[in-house]
């Protein structure tokens, strides 16, 4: 088992629960965002603490604003998946600003921009991001008949779906089209009905994602990246956030970073030094929402079988 091989590699300073002397309840809390890698993820990293420090651990959910805002104040202290550039005010503040986060550097790379289902673009020549300002193409969209096509941008708190805004607004499809938010599981559940019932789908996407595993999707062509032509602006520094963005070429390609509370260092080094050699695989991640979203895998369950499927990566974290 796992807990016996760490214990027989580090030798006499094994990790064990009478190495860290007895723990109490809710030694550590950690942040699950409401996406189904990162509920798995934070899943996983409970059991293995809990198994090998001795540590009481509690999941608990919440956006990204509120648990940075709470690893800042010492009341949560992890976030499994921050997603970069997306929450890069987030990191400015906590991380450089204030000291009282710190990013692990193990990155997982990752695409997002908005999409379509193959069938989608094969069916009705929507390839193009510049095909949202063509009502005559996006009236397939008008899913409830209100003469208005409705895109999904993303879920409510994300900061991705505050950009999608931008960006719907600097190319001019804000304009021609309903912009939803609404959450990302009721957004999969009618993608999976519009591939069922060969009718058309629009959305944002990312990937690592297990819609990518389940779907054949592909993403709107659109100008490269150039940072000139990004200005972000979150609605919590300026009430005109809007009206002074723009983001008018395409995503620049992002990372997903587990981020920790800083006060982690000094108080449960040992678990810190896990975040700090913490990497996932990108698969994974895709593996984990396909389980969680789709097979309806009770996270706990999933995360109990990853760990006893993937000693080697748990090893790495516990050992590097």
């Not at 397939?140 to 900061?159: E, S």
């Not at 990518?212 to 999707?217: G, I």
Request: charged letters at 20%; proline letters at 6%; a negative charge.
């Amino acid at each position: 088992m796992l807990k016996t091989m760490i214990r027989s590699t580090l030798g006499a300073s094994a990790i064990s629960v009478a190495s860290f002397g007895m723990a109490h309840a809710q030694d550590l809390v950690l942040g699950m965002p409401n996406w189904p890698s990162g509920v798995a993820t934070s899943h996983i990293l409970k059991q293995v603490i809990e198994t090998n420090f001795g540590l009481e651990v509690e999941l608990q959910s919440g956006t990204n604003p509120i648990i940075f805002e709470a690893m800042d104040a010492g009341s949560m202290h992890v976030h499994p998946e921050v997603w970069m550039p997306n929450q890069q005010n987030l990191h400015d503040t906590y991380v450089q600003d204030r000291g009282s986060v710190v990013m692990n550097t193990n990155p997982v790379q990752a695409v997002q921009g908005m999409c379509v289902t193959q069938y989608t673009a094969d069916t009705y020549g929507i390839t193009s991001i510049e095909d949202l300002t063509d009502p005559e193409k996006t009236a397939i969209f008008d899913t409830d008949g209100d003469g208005t096509p409705q895109v999904w941008i993303g879920a409510p708190g994300w900061a991705s779906t505050v950009i999608e805004r931008i960006r719907a607004k600097s190319y001019g499809y804000d304009a021609v089209m309903d912009l939803e938010e609404y959450d990302g599981t009721v957004a999969w559940g009618a993608l999976g009905a519009a591939v069922e019932a060969n009718e058309p789908w629009i959305g944002f996407c990312y990937e690592p994602h297990f819609i990518f595993v389940a779907y054949d999707l592909v993403y709107l062509e659109e100008p490269a990246h150039d940072p000139a032509t990004w200005t972000i602006v979150q609605p919590t520094d300026d009430p005109q956030w809007l009206e002074k963005s723009q983001a008018s070429t395409a995503w620049k390609g992002a990372t997903l970073h587990l981020h920790y509370a800083a006060e982690v260092k000094e108080n449960h080094p040992e678990v810190a030094a896990l975040f700090d050699a913490y990497e996932m695989p990108a698969e994974t991640l895709s593996t984990m929402g396909l389980e969680l979203s789709l097979n309806d895998v009770d996270p706990e369950d999933f995360a109990t079988q990853w760990i006893a499927d993937n000693e080697e990566i748990v090893f790495g974290w516990l050992t590097n």
